[in-house]
């Protein structure tokens, strides 16, 4: 299994990024997709995520700036961030999770891609 992420760059602050994931998972509309962050220092953090079934959860700093979305035709997932700040400053990983039982699952992970907002 791959997770391969896109599209990470260097911005200046109030610009926007979109992000994405391809994953080779063999029926990806049964993952959960998330995106996780990791700034230097910092604890790797989640930042949005989106259920099999379409739920989304964003992490409070980045509501009404980021919009995930994910795409099961093309086993693909976004995030789009917008009015980047500074803060946003970290390695993004793309994550992928599947429960099949109270013992069994599956926990994936990108390699990461770099966001930078700085002017």
């Known amino acids: 299994v791959q997770l391969v992420e896109s599209g990470g760059g260097l911005v200046q602050p109030g610009e926007s990024l979109r992000l994405s994931c391809a994953a080779s998972?063999?029926?990806?509309?049964?993952?959960?997709m998330a995106w996780y962050r990791q700034a230097p220092g910092k604890e790797r953090e989640l930042v949005a995520a989106i259920g099999s079934g379409g739920s989304i959860t964003y992490v409070d700093s980045v509501k009404g700036r980021f919009t995930i979305s994910r795409d099961n035709t093309n086993n693909t997932v976004y995030l789009q961030m917008n009015s980047l700040k500074p803060e946003d400053t970290a390695v993004y990983y793309c994550?992928?999770?599947?429960?099949?039982?109270?013992?069994?699952?599956?926990?994936?992970w990108g390699q990461g891609t770099q966001v930078t907002v700085s002017s």
């Open positions: 994550n992928a999770k599947r429960v099949y039982s109270a013992w069994r699952r599956d926990d994936y």
């Open positions: 998972v063999t029926i990806f509309s049964a993952y959960a």
